[in-house]
Nanobody
Framework: QVQLVESGGGSVQAGGSLRLSCAAS??????????MGWYRQAPGKQRDLVAA???????SYADSVKGRFTISRDNAKNTVYLQMNNLKPEDTAVYYC??????????????WGQGTQVTVSL
């Protein structure tokens, strides 16, 4: 079983920056964390993909964060990062880490992290 532990959330003013980290541990294989990424869920809304990256460096971003957020990973540390710049109030949500076999299967199965709150105020 793979465990995902997130860190780095917090509260910032609009225009500010935060960096999220997600470290995978447990029964890791090159397949079960080939893709790692971030979802977010605001109150009353569904959980949506923010960004994801494969071990080989293929990346996918939600249109709403392109040009502001950057995803990266350290394969040696089994860790994925999300650098969030120029944050907006609409970025406020709980951010969840997820790992999967591929970008297309992201979000469909476990494992999920515990979530980290990001709050952006005006």
């Amino acid at each position: 079983q793979v465990q995902l532990v997130e860190s780095g959330g917090g509260s910032v003013q609009a225009g500010g920056s935060l960096r999220l980290s997600c470290a995978a541990s447990g029964s890791i294989t090159i397949f079960n964390i080939n893709a790692m990424g971030w979802y977010r869920q605001a109150p009353g809304k569904q959980r949506d993909l923010v960004a994801a990256i494969t071990r080989g460096g293929s990346i996918s971003y939600a249109d709403s964060v392109k040009g502001r957020f950057t995803i990266s990973r350290d394969n040696a540390k089994n860790t994925v990062y999300l650098q969030m710049n120029n944050l907006k109030p609409e970025d406020t949500a709980v951010y969840y880490c997820n790992a999967a076999l591929s970008l297309t299967t992201m979000g469909a199965t476990e494992p999920w992290g515990q979530g980290t709150q990001v709050t952006v105020s005006l």
